[in-house]
């Protein structure tokens, strides 16, 4: 009769417990974690030199956006600055450059002591049609009953209108335009005054340059002679003329004004 043998039991392998793996708790904050002591002083060290890391970044960004700021500031004061001073410059050439008006008194008639100066006793009579005038040009005599508006005119005027304006007072320049250019002109006109004056060309004169009044008349060959000036004094607006003090405006307009 066969009997079964028992085998004896095999020993089960022992339970780990705490001692022999330790266990690594959960970090609420999801940060890694380390339930060894020296490994976990390693991952603090690590994590403080990111946030110190970050930190600086951040720090270093701010200074960034700090400088920048500036930079823009200091740019916007240079830019300024210079505008005003720009300004400030455009405002002082303006004034020192733009030619001031010339302010003179009323003449007394008496260009006596200018040389040069030719003087004539002309009728005023108010006629119509084209006048054969002594001088070239005219320097009073029959006229047209409208005068001449005056001021500064780029072509011919006509005589019969602009000696109606130096029966007014005016003073009439003229030049010709063969030989005065346009800085000649502009400095005839600088030495105007801007009312009862004319200003004009003037072809066929054996002159460069006359300026004439009621009844007197200065020839000269350059814009730069002294005499136009004196002459000026002496006759603009004078009395001497038929009707001083009548309008310089509100009639003709020549072809050519300014």
């Not at 089960?12 to 001692?19: A, S």
């Not at 008006?101 to 003449?107: E, F, K, L, Q, T």
Request: charged share 20%; hydrophobic share 35%; with cysteine.
């Amino acid at each position: 009769m066969q009997t079964n043998k028992l085998e004896p039991a095999r020993p089960r392998p022992p339970i780990p417990t705490d001692e022999a793996t330790p266990m690594t708790p959960n970090d609420p904050a999801g940060k890694r974690t380390s339930g060894n002591p020296a490994t976990q002083a390693q991952l603090n060290l690590t994590v403080k030199q990111q946030r110190e890391q970050q930190k600086q970044q951040k720090l270093a960004e701010y200074q960034r956006q700090l400088a920048k700021r500036r930079r823009t500031k200091a740019t916007w004061w240079i830019v300024g600055s210079t505008a005003a001073v720009l300004v400030v410059g455009l405002v002082v050439a303006s004034f020192l450059l733009t030619p001031r008006p010339v302010s003179i008194a009323r003449g007394d008639g008496d260009g006596s002591g200018i040389r040069g100066v030719q003087t004539f006793d002309h009728t005023a009579t108010h006629v119509e049609g084209a006048v054969d005038y002594e001088q070239t040009p005219p320097a009073g005599g029959d006229h047209n009953a409208v005068w001449l508006n005056c001021g500064v005119y780029t072509q011919p005027v006509p005589n019969e209108n602009a000696v109606h304006a130096l029966e007014h007072g005016a003073i009439w320049v003229t030049y010709d335009p063969a030989r005065v250019d346009e800085a000649g002109v502009a400095a005839l006109d600088a030495q105007l005054p801007k009312d009862y004056t004319v200003l004009s060309p003037y072809e066929g004169m054996d002159t460069p340059i006359a300026v004439s009044a009621w009844n007197a008349q200065l020839k000269v060959d350059s814009p730069d002679d002294e005499r136009i000036s004196e002459f000026v004094k002496a006759y603009w607006r004078n009395t001497n003329g038929p009707e001083p003090g009548a309008a310089c405006t509100g009639a003709l307009d020549a072809p050519g004004k300014q």
